[in-house]
């Protein structure tokens, strides 16, 4: 996610702004810029590249002026280049924006604004969101008004931060769904997409709710809601440290992350869900091959091709659509038999692991369409694909993934309806899926509920020589994402997959002290389940559950029940219960005092062989 930084008050703002910046750099980004008042206009210094090459810029000369705001890049529409770096003008030169996020319909907005007359000088949805702000404050409206105004245009996730010309002493925010946090100072105030970039010059911080806007002056901070509504601001007094302020107060990026879900889910989703319950992505392959689609190939790594086994899942089980899931290092040396009229999936977070590249210049060769789902914008997957829908899940710093993941399954659903939308699958009911995909970010805040329950429990099996993740359908894909977890940091050794293969050989690993876990969000095979529950049970092995919330069936059957809250589409109530797996691997990789961010042997992007 970029990096937002702002500052009003009796100091030189630029050199804030620019050091709160640095204080952003671990969030990762590929370019940055700052925006100040310059007189009758406003002064605007960006470059692509890492934060030196702007401070190069400011070393020639440091801007003076008492408000800027400052922006790091992390692209998501158009390359990372100068041009497309933040902050951007509107038509007129009279205001810069920086924005953190996704504009969904930025192309029907600037194809509006282009037929008026309006032009463009970067590929970005940041440059046509100030166009539209700058139209009506050319109208004469006032910044805040122009921008409150605006909002109602824009369909997506934003943290908007504006500056204008005509009121230079102001800083004008808005935000909905991607994070914007105030900082409350005596004699000035300051802005930030997160704390870090807040701490050394005040502690009394406050995140703005969705759907708000605040006006910033050196002598105080005014909110409001979309309506203009007075919004009472309740700063708190933040304690952390500058280290744990990056880790978001969390002791590791990886718990950071798990509890991020809920925020990665509704950016995954903003603007892409239409107000009748269809998926609206925007950019992605026409009608008619959506129609003529025989077969669906998903290629991915590690995390990325368990992402992939659910994608199977939902694809044959609720589109009868045949789909097959390969590991990009066998399929790129696997002479894979390839119909013409398929499409070909790569997941990958990184967007650079070679195998899956690899595997992407396979089907290339052979003309195959691809499709990439992908977090890094601009990385290499994402370029070389035919078509990429991103998963928005902000930077990704621990090695083990876990909210991309999730972000990764959520965009195979968006795909899985999109492609049912197209092929008139009576037996499909979008709409109520889409209803139930809305709730999935509030349900996941719930299923994080769980973390003291699921704490205690790893506490207690921290020392199991070995652990088990077992389930069925979907659950059995879940299972090997929830193992790999525990394999990656806590360095127990697992067995995983279909439960019912237990009897074919697995089962002669079950002894005293093995852990087994049960994934059983599945109503019509839990009965199946629970006789392989007692199966391990019987020969000494403890069992933990995982079910979802209005299931009583399994009361009594394992040492433990974790309930997870389910709703109508089997496929996210399946998904649901990675969160408190995520949780037991991390807690018993905490037990252990293990290095949790970066595992042994591992690294983050396999970029080799
Ligand atoms: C998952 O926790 C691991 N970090 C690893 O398996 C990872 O999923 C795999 O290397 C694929 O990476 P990618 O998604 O960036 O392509």
Same mark, same amino acid.
């Given at each position: 996610?970029?990096?937002?930084?702002?500052?009003?008050?009796?100091?030189? *703002?630029?050199?804030?702004?620019?050091?709160?910046?640095?204080?952003?750099?671990?969030?990762?980004?590929?370019?940055?810029?700052?925006?100040?008042?310059?007189?009758?206009?406003?002064?605007?210094?960006?470059?692509?590249?890492?934060?030196?090459?702007?401070?190069?810029?400011?070393?020639?000369?440091?801007?003076?002026?008492?408000?800027?705001?400052?922006?790091?890049?992390?692209?998501?529409?158009?390359?990372?280049?100068?041009?497309?770096?933040?902050?951007?003008?509107?038509?007129?030169?009279?205001?810069?924006?920086?924005?953190?996020?996704?504009?969904?319909?930025?192309?029907?907005?600037?194809?509006?604004?282009?037929?008026?007359?309006?032009?463009?000088?970067?590929?970005?949805?940041?440059?046509?969101?100030?166009?539209?702000?700058?139209?009506?404050?050319?109208?004469?409206?006032?910044?805040?008004?122009?921008?409150?105004?605006?909002?109602?245009?824009?369909?997506?996730?934003?943290?908007?931060?504006?500056?204008? *010309?005509?009121?230079?002493?102001?800083?004008?925010?808005?935000?909905?769904?991607?994070?914007?946090?105030?900082?409350?100072?005596?004699?000035?105030?300051?802005?930030?997409?997160?704390?870090?970039?807040?701490?050394? /010059?005040?502690?009394?911080?406050?995140?703005?709710?969705?759907?708000?806007?605040?006006?910033?002056?050196?002598?105080?901070?005014?909110?409001?809601?979309?309506?203009?509504?007075?919004?009472?601001?309740?700063?708190?007094?933040?304690? /952390?440290?500058?280290?744990?302020?990056?880790?978001?107060?969390?002791?590791?990026?990886?718990?950071?992350?798990?509890?991020?879900?809920?925020?990665?889910?509704?950016?995954?989703?903003?603007?892409?869900?239409?107000?009748?319950?269809?998926?609206?992505?925007?950019?992605?392959?026409?009608?008619?091959? /959506?129609?003529?689609?025989? #077969?669906?190939?998903?290629?991915?790594?590690?995390?990325?091709?368990?992402?992939?086994?659910?994608?199977?899942?939902?694809?044959?089980?609720?589109?009868?659509?045949?789909?097959?899931?390969?590991?990009?290092?066998?399929?790129?040396?696997?002479?894979?038999?390839?119909?013409?009229?398929?499409?070909?999936?790569?997941?990958?977070?990184?967007?650079?692991? *070679?195998?899956?590249?690899?595997?992407?210049?396979?089907?290339?060769?052979?003309?195959?369409?691809?499709?990439?789902?992908?977090?890094?914008?601009?990385?290499?997957?994402? #370029?070389?694909?035919?078509?990429?829908?991103?998963?928005?899940?902000?930077?990704?710093?621990?090695?083990?993934?876990?909210?991309?993941?999730?972000?990764?399954?959520?965009?195979?659903?968006?795909?899985?309806?999109?492609?049912?939308?197209?092929?008139?699958?009576?037996?499909?009911?979008?709409?109520?899926?889409?209803?139930?995909?809305?709730?999935?970010?509030?349900?996941?805040?719930?299923?994080?509920?769980?973390?003291?329950?699921?704490?205690?429990?790893?506490?207690?099996?921290?020392?199991?020589?070995?652990?088990?993740?077992?389930?069925?359908?979907?659950?059995?894909?879940?299972?090997?994402?929830?193992?790999?977890?525990?394999?990656?940091?806590?360095?127990?050794?697992?067995?995983?997959?279909?439960?019912?293969?237990?009897?074919?050989?697995?089962?002669?690993?079950?002894?005293?002290?093995?852990?087994?876990?049960?994934?059983?969000?599945?109503?019509?095979?839990?009965?199946?389940?629970?006789?392989?529950?007692?199966?391990?049970? *019987?020969?000494?092995?403890?069992?933990?559950?995982?079910?979802?919330?209005?299931?009583?069936?399994?009361?009594?059957?394992?040492?433990?029940?974790?309930?997870?809250?389910?709703?109508?589409?089997?496929?996210?109530?399946?998904?649901?219960?990675?969160?408190?797996?995520?949780?037991?691997?991390?807690?018993?990789?905490?037990?252990?005092?293990?290095?949790?961010?970066?595992?042994?042997?591992?690294?983050?992007?396999?970029?080799?062989?």
């Amino acid at each position: 996610m970029c990096g937002i930084a702002g500052y009003v008050g009796p100091q030189s *703002a630029v050199p804030i702004v620019f050091d709160q910046l640095r204080r952003l750099e671990y969030r990762g980004y590929d370019s940055a810029g700052i925006a100040f008042p310059q007189g009758d206009r406003i002064g605007i210094l960006k470059r692509a590249g890492k934060l030196s090459g702007l401070g190069e810029m400011l070393a020639q000369e440091t801007p003076e002026s008492h408000v800027a705001i400052a922006h790091s890049r992390w692209a998501t529409h158009g390359a990372p280049n100068d041009l497309n770096a933040h902050p951007h003008y509107d038509q007129f030169g009279q205001i810069a924006l920086i924005h953190n996020g996704i504009i969904e319909n930025y192309l029907e907005l600037k194809t509006e604004l282009a037929r008026e007359g309006d032009t463009f000088q970067s590929e970005t949805d940041t440059e046509v969101a100030a166009h539209v702000i700058g139209r009506l404050h050319a109208q004469g409206l006032s910044l805040e008004e122009a921008v409150r105004q605006s909002l109602a245009k824009f369909r997506g996730a934003y943290a908007f931060v504006v500056l204008s *010309a005509r009121e230079p002493g102001t800083i004008v925010c808005a935000r909905n769904a991607s994070p914007l946090v105030l900082g409350f100072g005596e004699g000035e105030n300051l802005l930030a997409s997160d704390v870090p970039a807040l701490i050394p /010059w005040t502690r009394r911080v406050w995140t703005m709710p969705d759907d708000t806007v605040a006006v910033l002056t050196k002598d105080g901070i005014r909110v409001t809601d979309v309506n203009g509504r007075p919004v009472e601001a309740e700063p708190e007094e933040v304690t /952390w440290d500058v280290a744990a302020a990056e880790k978001g107060g969390y002791e590791h990026f990886m718990i950071k992350e798990i509890h991020e879900q809920p925020l990665v889910a509704r950016q995954c989703l903003a603007g892409r869900l239409t107000d009748d319950n269809r998926v609206a992505l925007d950019g992605v392959f026409s009608d008619h091959v /959506w129609q003529e689609i025989d #077969r669906v190939n998903i290629i991915g790594c590690g995390t990325a091709y368990h992402a992939g086994l659910m994608g199977k899942h939902l694809f044959e089980r609720m589109l009868r659509l045949p789909t097959d899931v390969f590991y990009s290092s066998e399929f790129r040396y696997g002479d894979p038999l390839l119909s013409d009229r398929s499409l070909a999936v790569f997941i990958s977070q990184s967007g650079e692991t *070679a195998d899956s590249l690899a595997a992407l210049r396979l089907c290339q060769q052979r003309r195959i369409r691809t499709l990439g789902i992908v977090n890094v914008v601009g990385s290499a997957i994402a #370029r070389e694909c035919d078509r990429v829908i991103y998963t928005q899940a902000g930077p990704e710093i621990s090695v083990a993934s876990t909210k991309a993941y999730t972000a990764q399954c959520l965009v195979l659903l968006q795909l899985g309806m999109t492609i049912a939308q197209h092929r008139e699958m009576p037996g499909v009911r979008v709409e109520e899926v889409v209803r139930d995909l809305r709730q999935w970010p509030e349900r996941v805040v719930e299923a994080l509920g769980l973390e003291e329950q699921v704490k205690r429990i790893a506490n207690e099996w921290a020392d199991s020589r070995m652990a088990f993740f077992l389930g069925r359908n979907a659950d059995a894909a879940v299972a090997l994402e929830g193992a790999l977890k525990l394999k990656e940091i806590a360095y127990i050794p697992t067995q995983e997959g279909p439960a019912g293969e237990l009897k074919h050989g697995p089962l002669a690993l079950v002894e005293e002290g093995v852990l087994a876990v049960f994934g059983a969000t599945d109503p019509f095979v839990r009965e199946k389940l629970a006789s392989n529950v007692k199966e391990v049970q *019987a020969r000494g092995g403890r069992a933990l559950i995982i079910t979802t919330h209005d299931d009583d069936t399994m009361d009594g059957v394992g040492d433990e029940v974790l309930r997870i809250p389910g709703g109508k589409t089997p496929y996210l109530n399946a998904l649901m219960s990675v969160v408190p797996l995520q949780l037991l691997a991390y807690y018993m990789a905490r037990a252990k005092n293990l290095e949790i961010d970066m595992p042994r042997n591992l690294a983050k992007s396999v970029t080799v062989e």
